[in-house]
Every structure is written in C-alpha cells, then in structure tokens.
C-alpha cells in the first residue's frame, strides 16, 4: 500500500512584512452596521484579512474577525474544521494553531498530478476552514503584542541562542532573514529535517522562534 504524508510548514508572515506591519487589538463598529472598523497596532491586518475572508466567502472566518479579537478557540476552531475538510475530501489530516500539520492519503501514488490536486485541496480547506486568515493574524498578536518587534529583536535573539555566532555580522544576519544570498534560502545550512546528520534541534527550533517570538512573549 503506497502512502502520500506531506508535512505542512508553518504559516508564519514573512518577516520583513510582519515587522513592518503596525497595524491589532478590538474592534468597534461604527459607519455602517455590518462593516466593522478596526482599531489598534493591527487594524490594517484585521482590516486586510476580513476583507479576502469575505471574498472567498469563509464565513467562520469572517465572523471571527467581525469583533477584533481573535481568541485561542476561534483558531482551534478553525484548524478543526481544515481537518473536517480534508475528511471530507478522503484525507487524514492534522492541523495546529500555528498552521502545521501534516496530510495524508492512503492508495496514491506520488506524482506531480496528484500533488497538485492535494495542493488545491489543502488550499480549499484552508479558506473554507478560516485557519488561512486566523492563524498568523493570532501568532502575531500573541507575540508581537505591540508591533513593535523589530530585526534587531530578531538578531539579539539568534546571537542569545546560538543560532548565529559572532563570525556573521549583523548585515549578513538580515540577509539570510530576508532570504539569503546563495538562492537557497536563507540559513540554508541549519536543516529542519531530523533526519539529516547535521541536524540541531536548538538551532531549528530558535531559528524559528526567534523570527515570530524574539521577546519571548
């Protein structure tokens, strides 16, 4: 029996656009009584994700974000509904609040034509669920209350943990933050993949960290 698991990488907001981004925090109503205003350091955010949820018509999404709040349950909510989702389609599925997980179909054989259509799947799910327009929005909050999170904060935090060592300059650190230089992505030479003999759990684990939470909130 041939088996297709994928795992799902995280959906975080690129860097650059999660620092940049000052735009959360409640919501009120005013204008017209079925458009929210939002208010506080992610209006703009809030504002942005109501707006493509509506137009793909994700509801649930939709009636999460109508308040400005997004709580833990709403997101959980929403990653349970990708994995009804994906039942429904013939998956086994799995989905974090963060957006991880992982999929998989018994009886397919791995080939480009049935990896795109697990692809669109996996998207459908995601706006149908809400967990597109949730996850990040709530990952952002939770660690970067303020929107004050900047690359400096994000390069302290490598240097503190050891990701990075003192023969790479700060300039050079934000590069690999913003990709690299070697068109490999950036921090190419740290791997996730446990099964790699160069992998570093420490390493893997504040590489990631440090970019969506480098004041430990």
């Known amino acids: 029996m041939n088996g297709h698991r994928r795992r799902v990488a995280c959906v975080i907001v690129p860097l650059i656009a999660a620092l940049a981004s000052c735009s959360s925090a409640p919501s009120s109503q005013s204008g017209t009584a079925s458009e929210p205003e939002f208010t506080g350091a992610y209006a703009q955010d809030y504002s942005q994700a109501y707006e493509q949820a509506k137009r793909n018509h994700s509801e649930f999404a939709v009636e999460a974000l109508s308040d400005g709040e997004l709580a833990e349950s709403e997101v959980q909510e929403s990653a349970d509904r990708y994995v009804q989702c994906m039942a429904d389609k013939g998956y086994t599925a799995t989905k974090s609040i963060d957006g991880s997980g992982d999929v998989y179909h018994p009886d397919q054989p791995l080939d480009e034509a049935w990896t795109t259509r697990m692809e669109r799947d996996m998207h459908d799910c995601d ?3 809400g967990i597109l327009y949730l996850s990040a929005l709530w990952q952002q909050e939770r660690t970067n209350p303020d929107g004050k999170n900047d690359t400096s904060m994000v390069i302290d935090c490598l240097r503190r ?9 700060d300039v050079q650190i934000e590069q690999e933050l913003n990709g690299g230089t070697d068109g490999a992505g950036g921090f190419s030479w740290i791997p996730y993949d446990m099964a790699d003999p160069n992998y570093d759990a420490d ?3 504040w590489l990631q960290e440090c970019q969506t939470n480098p004041r430990g909130f």
């Open 161 to 169: 943990h050891d990701v990075v060592d003192d023969s790479m300059s």
């Open 127 to 129: 706006v149908q669920s």
């Open 203 to 205: 390493k893997a684990k």
